[in-house]
């Protein structure tokens, strides 16, 4: 039977005080280099087991009401990071908070159709709330991502049911930054409440379930106290009611239910049985069955260990990062909008961080040469990917002078373990933290944007 | 190798801006002040030269950016490049087209028009790139260097910081003794150990700073180099060396050593017959792009033993009075960095020097002087290394 063969997150470590905003608790905030993208990718790799991992996915959604262009794929971005194969099969689910649950079901049918044998779903979000209002200080940022297969099965899909609405709760129009809201009243007591009870309800039949018959469910919610009258309603308890983290994290829009989804999975015991319901124009509801092999599985990180991995920015960072404020312009050139015919050569390299390995000497190299930096050998090399490799800090600066929405630009030599060097940028972390010797991994991010192209690119970040 | 350089030329005349922000003179300008001068002192019209080399990094395209504003009258003018070392290479070529014999007056310019603008910093145009990776400023990749040797030779940060600041320091100092100098004025250490961080640990006073400049000079095969004046210098080597740039890409490289710099010196030395540099130079002009690249030369040229820079610069070896005076000019540290004048601005100072001309920063009995530029990263670049002399024969 089909279902969940592996499941990971990523939450970023930034964090908001809802403070500013006389809200409790905090939100997590995508870092001034991170978008969906770049969150679903490292979603994708906790989910994955790192890029050396066997898992490889042969079908590739992305979900996410923000993915970085308006037109061009998103999911091939991710599909570079991940090193997957040009025959991954792809494509972004977007427009709605039900696009991360579209993409899941959408994943289920096809490896139940046996069109693909194992599919990889990362959702994604980075919504904008107005600067100062509510959503600012509800939404937050985060990703989930979900590999569906017939194999080694660690959640099986028992039912599901979906329902759609043509519900305007909230909105944002092509044009518009920030996300729009109908009166709350309305959205959640027409929309959310009927939409979700409906969707539920009618997997549950499918299932031949009660309420009672499921250990947790896993609600999409606006803001937890709707979250736990509907769960009421429902007939649910408030000990099966999955934790929306809405304390920690806020709502990542399409991945808030994947997100607790993949928490309450990090938990579960086999026999387990998890009703998943996620909202937007509609609902859909999932039954997923825990079973044994979900002993043998754990994310790389996972959801709480990304939750243990915080830093507070204050609300004039956040604006600053998301280029919500006027800004004195940098007084240095301004880049180049990115050749796409050099991208398109370096693709590999860049969005996949693969180098080379020189066949006569073994040496590792970044990036790929036609003259080994060692042996001074000619075209006598192996892929090497550099993706997933820890490495040290030889040296390192803090460059006060590079344009940056978060100046200092922190830069280091990075030694790799396993051999070979690169000069590259630092992320997650302030210099005070760094030293020679300290070990870094490394994150897929966005180096800049101009011209209206993103340039993707690796980074290291300090090891926790 | 092929055979030396050494003693084959001869300098007969420079001429040197002043180094500053020029933002009533143009590039043009700028090249007009300095040829003119140093033809003059070489006793020449700029017509009567027979060859010109250019070299600037980015004030203009080919040998027309000199030929147009000098109205040289279908001269061969050739537009060279080599990063930072763009000056020292244009001087190279008039030197070695002489040497060849190809022709008997050659003229290298360097010029750099930096304050246009309106940038912090340098501003070089690339190929189009995919931009898939770090973009350090300049002040940030040679920062590397300070962090690097610290942790080697155990200096705290502190004892470390005072030590880039006393290079700094000195260079400012003997800046302050120069009419030319785009800064004409002694800083107090503390002011430049506490001065606002530009690349951590370095501060703004811990950069060269960002000048308009042109020098010009003027050379001829040895033998005939007293026609013109009763005073020449000679040409004892020239050196360069390209990296293969394998340090930003391999571990053995550690941060504390500009492998083109010991090279380009090596060669330099070998040419010149010298053994032991501290003693056999009379004064060095290093490329003081920013403290810890002065810092780290003086043991890849061979100044002081490895690890050892650090308490050599705390004692003063290196001041105006010290047993090796470095860069008594002020070095780009006082002169700012036109990128493609400061070679040749190097030369003058060895040229004043070895001439007995440098006015209160003469330093006595100057024989020998060395020159060094370096274009690039600490883990890729070009180095240059020329030395000079006051008389013919060996060192």
Redesign the interface.
Known sequence: MAGITAFGAYIPMHRLERKHAGGSGERAVAGHDEDSVTMAAAAALDCLGGPDAPRRPDLLYFASTTAPYQEKQAAATVAGALDLPDSVRSADYAGSLRAGAAAMLAALDAVTAGTARTALVTVADRRLGAPGGRNEAHFGDGAAAFLFGCAEVLAEVRASHSVTADFVGSWRSAGDLFVSNWEERFSTGEGYAPLIKAAVQGALARAGLTPLDCTRLVLYAPHPRYHANLARELGFSPEQLQDTLYGQVGSPGAAHAPLMLAAALESAAPGERILFAAYGEGADAIVFEVTDPIRRFRPQTGVSEHLARRRVISYPQYLRWRNLVPAEPH???A??????P??W??RR??LGLCGVRCMCCG?P???PQRVC??CQARDQFTDYRFAGRTGRI?????????ASVAP??L?A?V?FDG???????LTDCE?GSLS?GGEVEMTFRC??E?GGLK???WKARPRV | MGQSIFDRVAVVGMGCTRFGEHFDQSADDLMVEATFAACADAGITPGQADAYWLGTLGSGHSGLTLAGPLKLQYKPVTRVENYCATGTEAFRAACYAVAAGAYDVAVAVGVEKMKD?????L?VSFL??????????T???F???A??YF?KYGLDPELGKRVLARIAWKNHRNGALNPLAQYRKEVPLDAIVQSP????P?GIMDCSGVADGCAAIVVVRSEEAYRFRADPVFVKSLAVAAG?G?G????G???TSITEAVVAARVAYAQAGINDPRRQLSMAEVHDCFTPTELILMEDLGFSERGRAWQDVLDGVFDLDGELPVNPDGGLKSFGHPIGASGIRMLYEAYLQLRGQAGPRQIDGARVALTHNLGGLP?HCVCAVCIVGKEPGPV
Not at chain 1, 335 to 340: E, F, I
Not at chain 2, 117 to 121: A, F, I, N
Not at chain 2, 128 to 137: F, L, Q, R, S, V
């Open positions: 007084r240095r050139p880049l180049p909008r990115p050749s796409q050099a991208a050569r370096n390299k860049n040496t190299q970044f990036p930096v060692h030889t040296t390192f600066t803090a460059d006060h002078l590079a200092p630009t830069i030599a030694d051999g070979g060097r690169m000069i590259m940028d210099v020679i180096l800049f101009a340039v993707y690119f | 603008s309106g940038l912090s910093g501003d189009p790139a995919d931009g898939a990776g770090p973009d350090p400023t002040p940030a990749a920062s590397f260097l962090p690097a942790m961080i530009v690349a951590a370095l293969p394998t930003g890409m391999q571990p490289f550690d941060f883990w």
